[in-house]
């Protein structure tokens, strides 16, 4: 199987990215590690000189939306250009002049939602920027996988979370056991990509083979197509799926956007008064509820232990892994937590929570399938 660029058949690429903050270095290192050759960009000397100390990269001060300071970084022949500044409007410039300039593909991280909606304006098309990515919807995408495919071996998705590609392991006694694709009769957006049994991939045909239990097979097409299909090799759910999200920021919001729908019951906690009566009249298929999802006390009157997935997403680490650990304690089955501060990924396994989200490395990973040239745009590495 695949791993990084050495001896994989896959090149190293020039790339610049634009802004030396946390999610920029964060970016930087991916690439690096990967081997690519990476220039940084950012008008504060003091983060590049950071920078420089940790990681070898070549970086330049100066504005990443100017054309001279592009030009010194050699983005004429650069892969790929990627801004992450904090800063939305020098982002979409700096992408969009990267572009005219000749980077082969150019991404721009914005904040604002009206930037990535493309029903009113298509900011991506109209200044030929490849990619408009937002940290909040990265990271909320990370999150729903986990919640969506609780029977996948591993799930990607693509087109802003719309497409999935699933790995599932064929249960015993399934539907589709002893069955062929032709039989399935599968939606004709959902494709079969490989089949992996014992150890050996299998491309199947309509009529051969038939699936057997265990079996894992890699789909990929539209989530609501997926979602019609998934008990055909997976064991069947009947019951709705009950997710407290504890947060209702940035993040907390994409995810109840995602979870949209009739096989999720969300409730959304959130401190802020005022912030929960916005939510309330912005979400209606979610129930709001306005408290401290760090106090046992509310939620044990919440009845948190009725929840099947238990989402702490709020602004603040501490509190994020606060609330996890209380749910987990009151018998929460899955719980889930968003990290931004990485030296905390270790406590987070060792306090017994289930999943643990990094909005940089969720980002990272994101840009990383956009380095790879070539036909491949991301490997995903399967059991066995």
């Given at each position: 199987m695949m791993g990084g660029l050495g001896g994989s058949g896959l090149q190293a690429m020039n790339i610049i990215v634009v802004g030396a903050g946390t999610v920029g270095q964060s970016v930087a290192q991916t690439l690096v590690e990967e081997r690519h050759d990476v220039t940084l960009i950012d008008i504060d000397e003091t983060h590049l000189h950071k920078?420089?100390?940790?990681l070898d990269v070549q970086?330049?001060?100066?504005?990443?939306?100017?054309?001279?300071?592009?030009?010194?970084?050699?983005?004429s022949e650069a892969g790929l250009a990627i801004a992450v500044t904090n800063h939305d409007e020098v982002n979409l410039i700096a992408a969009s002049v990267?572009?005219?300039?000749?980077?082969?593909?150019?991404v721009a991280r914005v904040h604002a939602s009206d930037y990535r909606d493309p029903s009113t304006f298509d900011y991506g098309r109209h200044f030929r920027i490849d990619r408009i990515m937002n940290l909040e919807e990265l990271t909320a995408f990370e999150l729903a996988k986990f919640i969506r495919n609780p029977g996948s071996v591993a799930v990607e998705t693509l087109a802003r979370g719309q497409v999935e590609m699933p790995l599932l392991r064929v249960a015993d006694g399934g539907p589709a056991v002893?069955?062929?694709?032709?039989?399935?009769?599968?939606?004709?957006s959902v494709r079969v990509g490989a089949l992996l049994r014992g150890g050996r991939f299998l491309v199947p045909s309509a009529d051969h083979p038939t699936f057997q239990a265990g079996d894992i097979v890699a789909l990929a097409g539209m989530r609501k197509d997926l979602d019609q299909i998934r008990d055909l090799f997976i064991e069947h759910e009947t019951a709705r799926v009950r997710v407290v999200i504890a947060g209702g920021g940035r993040v907390g919001t994409e995810l109840a956007n995602v979870l949209r729908g009739s096989r999720y019951v969300v409730r959304i906690i959130e401190r802020d008064r005022e912030l929960c009566e916005a939510l309330a009249a912005s979400y209606p298929h979610a129930t709001v509820v306005c408290g401290d999802m760090t106090s046992r006390a509310f939620l044990e009157e919440e009845r948190i232990s009725q929840a099947d997935v238990f989402v702490a997403a709020t602004g603040e680490d501490e509190d994020n892994i606060m609330s996890a650990v209380e749910a987990k304690e009151l018998g929460v089955p899955k719980t889930m937590v968003v990290i931004r501060r990485p030296d905390y990924a270790n406590v987070v396994s060792k306090l017994g929570i289930d999943v643990a989200v990094s909005p940089r490395a969720a980002m990272a990973a994101e840009v990383s399938s956009l380095a790879t040239a070539g036909v491949v745009n991301r490997v995903i590495p399967l059991p066995g």
């Amino acid at each position: 199987m695949m791993g990084g660029l050495g001896g994989s058949g896959l090149q190293a690429m020039n790339i610049i990215v634009v802004g030396a903050g946390t999610v920029g270095q964060s970016v930087a290192q991916t690439l690096v590690e990967e081997r690519h050759d990476v220039t940084l960009i950012d008008i504060d000397e003091t983060h590049l000189h950071k920078v420089e100390e940790q990681l070898d990269v070549q970086t330049i001060a100066g504005s990443g939306a100017s054309a001279p300071v592009l030009f010194q970084a050699g983005v004429s022949e650069a892969g790929l250009a990627i801004a992450v500044t904090n800063h939305d409007e020098v982002n979409l410039i700096a992408a969009s002049v990267a572009k005219e300039m000749g980077a082969k593909k150019s991404v721009a991280r914005v904040h604002a939602s009206d930037y990535r909606d493309p029903s009113t304006f298509d900011y991506g098309r109209h200044f030929r920027i490849d990619r408009i990515m937002n940290l909040e919807e990265l990271t909320a995408f990370e999150l729903a996988k986990f919640i969506r495919n609780p029977g996948s071996v591993a799930v990607e998705t693509l087109a802003r979370g719309q497409v999935e590609m699933p790995l599932l392991r064929v249960a015993d006694g399934g539907p589709a056991v002893g069955k062929t694709l032709r039989q399935l009769e599968l939606p004709r957006s959902v494709r079969v990509g490989a089949l992996l049994r014992g150890g050996r991939f299998l491309v199947p045909s309509a009529d051969h083979p038939t699936f057997q239990a265990g079996d894992i097979v890699a789909l990929a097409g539209m989530r609501k197509d997926l979602d019609q299909i998934r008990d055909l090799f997976i064991e069947h759910e009947t019951a709705r799926v009950r997710v407290v999200i504890a947060g209702g920021g940035r993040v907390g919001t994409e995810l109840a956007n995602v979870l949209r729908g009739s096989r999720y019951v969300v409730r959304i906690i959130e401190r802020d008064r005022e912030l929960c009566e916005a939510l309330a009249a912005s979400y209606p298929h979610a129930t709001v509820v306005c408290g401290d999802m760090t106090s046992r006390a509310f939620l044990e009157e919440e009845r948190i232990s009725q929840a099947d997935v238990f989402v702490a997403a709020t602004g603040e680490d501490e509190d994020n892994i606060m609330s996890a650990v209380e749910a987990k304690e009151l018998g929460v089955p899955k719980t889930m937590v968003v990290i931004r501060r990485p030296d905390y990924a270790n406590v987070v396994s060792k306090l017994g929570i289930d999943v643990a989200v990094s909005p940089r490395a969720a980002m990272a990973a994101e840009v990383s399938s956009l380095a790879t040239a070539g036909v491949v745009n991301r490997v995903i590495p399967l059991p066995g």
